[in-house]
């Protein structure tokens, strides 16, 4: 029986020797650009599988590796499926937004408003906006951007408390200020 050490050996050895095989094997799956880079990939699934501690052996190195590099793939897939046209989303989210931050469905909200909005979220604190943009624009659960981040819950859900309460403070002031 192969112990731990043996797998992280086995392991280095293989992705050290078949790193430009994977790396091709990655591009036959999806095309490359910024946001799916094959080597970020294979060094995502390399980080994951040598932290986890495990005392299995792994019998088949290749088809392991093989098998976590699809896997990968396919969340990122999936995951792409829900950022598509996020211009058009944002939009029409922004809309929504305003009618909630108002509480008042009946005022209709000028293209005007709708910029001032999208400017006051993408003038937000980096972790205030990428709450906001992930909970009200793409629609993430506050358990899945959780197990995503290793932020706990009830750290993001405040936080995007506090974003809300600043946009609306914002948007106040240019509505009062107009």
Do not use: W
């Amino acid at each position: 029986m192969a112990s731990e050490t043996d797998n992280d050996k086995q392991l280095k050895a293989f992705f050290n020797s078949e790193y430009h095989n994977l790396k091709a094997y990655v591009h036959s799956k999806i095309e490359n650009d910024a946001d799916r880079d094959a080597e970020d990939i294979i060094q995502d699934v390399a980080l994951k599988i040598l932290s986890r501690k495990s005392i299995l052996p792994i019998n088949n190195i290749g088809g392991f590796v093989y098998y976590s590099i699809k896997n990968k793939i396919i969340d990122i897939m999936r995951k792409d499926k829900k950022t598509t046209n996020i211009d058009e989303k944002l939009e029409k989210q922004l809309a929504g937004f305003a009618e909630n931050l108002y509480d008042n469905s009946d005022q209709l909200y000028s293209d005007e408003m709708k910029a001032e909005l999208k400017k006051a979220i993408f003038n937000l604190k980096p972790h205030y906006r990428e709450i906001i943009i992930a909970i009200d624009v793409e629609g993430y659960s506050y358990k899945e951007i959780s197990q995503e981040t290793g932020i706990p819950t009830g750290t993001l859900m405040s936080r995007r408390h506090r974003a809300i309460s600043i946009l609306f403070q914002n948007l106040e002031n240019k509505k009062n200020n107009s």
